[in-house]
């Protein structure tokens, strides 16, 4: 067999059903490919142009038991003809490996859809492993419910590869390739992609490039030949601005987005980091561009890490550090230490579930608290948060533009959710990416004294270098005097220095851009959002709109400072509602700054936030009721994914 002939034939001759947005699940073992498998679609897709968005499901434990449900791995991919802001509701098709990923992602299949069962793997063994008193394959619930495909993964790769001298082990692990090809069929991908993807992974091992090309081929023929599958399924090109596109995921736009800012500020990039999920892939972008003046220390622990940030800040570089919301606790001593100095620095926390170790692979956005108030002392520092993946591009810039213009370090949030999604990015011009202008003070000449903490109009400090001729001068956490930077007691001192470093930061409101909304500008209910909500909220709020309801869309990038035009825009509906994925943490801001009786909706289930489910409270909010949408399982299918919740 050739490794590099790319010939697939991926024309169908069976029917063929116009769609015009799919959303697909991919679910097994950590062990079985999933992220790879999901990948590998998403990226196909976008290059049929299609717009993209994904949710890749990672188990927390490292390596859990084979077939438990802790262990299931999932990859989301919502793909459409149209543009869309969330990796889908509910399932068209699962494809699951093993019955723990039956288990634990039936619930989200909607009735009807499509559902591919690895049937090798649904031995006694399996399913009770999952929990399973018998196989739940063989229910007629399944059958009645669901277009349920029984497709013997395993044994037909081992048959498709018999003349591969690979051995049986790794002959298995080609199955995932086959639960892709066959997903292809289904849904009308080109196979070439995928293709060459694995000449070039597999470069310098032609035995598992031949048996993964097999297995692929193998599992387009099967849907192309079975009778058991009718007809497939094609969701046109979306309609995108004209451009070059790369599916980026949240992780690598902000790396890049990092880059970017300090190439526009003309700075060397120096990253102060310590390994933890979901922050990690940003330390290992990072550290692959040397060439571009960046610098990446894996420190020993999270306190070395951003005092090592803090340390090239002083040093005159742009400075980094990254963590998630344990870590960041961590670093809280040191963040004070960052505000005393009035230095700039990015803090990036990428969010996960909580409190300790919480939930460290599912996505929460509960550390609005901790990253406004969660100091000692009165220590405020500016807070921007991303929306989107290929927004934390954006956000990086401009969070690094405030941290500069205002001598204050900069709390940049993003989550789980958005850091591993991913979703089409128009590559920017970079010859009109807009500069961020930096200056520090020159030498002083004939004993002139410098003054470190004279302010300009904004009350931002002058950047000195360290080295530069006549500009000595004290630094350390303990209070300074105003103007001279040197060390003082005095109470009357210690409440300026309080005051001003808190107008500081008010004076952030005043270089941010004003406050948009989607929908009408006054009306019954307005839906305030922020972070990694803001596709769901926004795609619901269409979808309330379409209906003729008077609501309307507003989502927050900067959460400390508010835009200055906030207070005027909530006054302006009739009510209030924050959807959040914590226990009310923006709300609780809201009502306290401004006395408007904002109303919550509240999930803290590792999990984003469903469409319908906005659509639902939106419409209760507004005394309308259930939108008579049927429900998507009856009882005994809820049964046989008993414990969706505890795995997926």
């Not at 739940?136 to 590869?161: C, G, N, R």
């Not at 700039?344 to 170790?357: A, W």
């Not at 204050?408 to 011009?429: F, Q, R």
């Not at 909304?517 to 596709?535: F, K």
Request: proline residues 6%; hydrophobic residues 40%.
């Amino acid at each position: 067999m050739s490794t590099t002939t790319i010939d697939p034939v991926t024309e169908t001759h069976k029917e063929v059903h116009q769609i015009p947005s799919a959303t697909v699940r991919f679910a097994g073992d950590s062990g079985d490919g999933m992220q790879l498998t999901g990948e590998q679609f998403t990226r196909t897709s976008a290059l049929l142009g299609n717009d993209v968005s994904t949710f890749p499901d990672f188990p927390a434990e490292i390596r859990a038991p084979r077939g438990t449900l802790a262990g299931v791995s999932g990859f989301q991919v919502h793909f459409s003809s149209t543009d869309i802001y969330t990796p889908g509701d509910a399932l068209d098709a699962l494809v699951v490996m093993n019955p723990a990923a039956l288990k634990t992602n039936l619930s989200d299949l909607r009735k009807g859809g499509i559902l591919i069962a690895n049937l090798d793997n649904f031995q006694k063994k399996d399913y009770e492993m999952a929990g399973y008193d018998a196989n739940p394959l063989d229910s007629e619930v399944l059958e009645h419910t669901y277009q349920l495909f029984k497709v013997p993964m395993s044994k037909l790769v081992e048959t498709a590869l018999k003349g591969s001298p690979l051995t049986t082990k790794e002959k298995d692990r080609c199955k995932n390739f086959f639960a892709l090809g066959l997903v292809y069929w289904l849904y009308g991908r080109d196979l070439a992609p995928t293709i060459r993807y694995v000449n070039e992974k597999f470069a310098t091992k032609p035995d598992i490039i031949d048996a993964n090309i097999t297995a692929l081929k193998a599992a387009w023929n099967c849907g192309e030949t079975t009778d058991a599958f009718a007809s497939s399924y094609k969701v046109g090109k979306a309609k995108l601005p004209p451009g070059t596109y790369k599916n980026i995921s949240g992780n690598i736009a902000m790396a890049w987005g990092l880059m970017t800012a300090a190439r526009q500020s003309g700075k060397d990039l120096f990253l102060g980091s310590y390994p933890i999920t979901p922050a990690s892939d940003i330390l290992h972008e990072l550290s692959k561009y040397k060439n571009y003046g960046v610098r990446t220390l894996q420190a020993e622990d999270e306190i070395a890490a951003i005092c090592s940030a803090i340390g090239a800040a002083y040093g005159g570089h742009m400075a980094i550090t990254t963590s998630s919301g344990p870590g960041i606790a961590l670093k809280g001593e040191a963040i004070g230490l960052a505000i005393m100095l009035e230095l700039p620095l990015l803090v990036i926390n990428i969010q996960r579930g909580g409190p300790s170790t919480g939930l460290p692979t599912k996505t929460e956005q509960a550390d609005l608290f901790q990253a406004i108030v969660g100091r000692n002392g009165e220590s405020p520092m500016p807070v921007i948060a991303a929306r989107s993946p290929a927004d934390c591009f954006d956000v990086a810039q401009e969070a690094w533009r405030i941290s500069t213009r205002f001598m204050t370090p900069v709390m940049v949030l993003s989550d789980g959710y958005i850091a591993n999604g991913s979703e089409p990015w128009l590559i920017p011009d970079v010859t009109k990416l807009p500069k961020i202008e930096i200056k520090h003070p020159g030498p002083l000449e004939s004993g002139e004294k410098f003054l470190p903490y004279r302010r300009d109009e904004l009350l931002s400090r002058p950047w000195a270098l360290p080295g530069t001729k006549g500009l000595m001068h004290r630094i350390g956490g303990l209070e300074k005097q105003d103007i001279t930077g040197n060390v003082n007691y005095e109470p009357e001192n210690h409440q300026h220095m309080t005051n001003t470093r808190a107008k500081k930061v008010e004076n952030v409101a005043t270089q941010i851009p004003l406050q948009e909304i989607e929908g009408p500008p006054t009306g019954d209910l307005l839906v305030l959002s922020w972070g990694g909500t803001y596709g769901a909220c926004k795609t619901a709020v269409e979808e309330c709109l379409e209906e003729g309801l008077a609501v309307a869309h507003c989502h927050l990038r900067w959460l400390n400072p508010f835009p200055r035009n906030l207070e005027k825009i909530l006054r302006s509906y009739k009510k209030v509602l924050i959807p959040e994925l914590n226990m009310g943490q923006l709300r609780t801001f809201i009502r306290a700054k401004y006395l408007i009786d904002a109303q919550g909706f509240n999930k803290v289930k590792g999990r984003p936030f469903a469409v319908q489910e906005l659509v639902s409270e939106i419409r209760k909010q507004l005394g309308l009721g259930s939108n008579g949408q049927p429900a998507r399982e009856t009882t005994a299918v809820a049964e046989l994914a008993g414990a969706a919740d505890n795995g997926g």
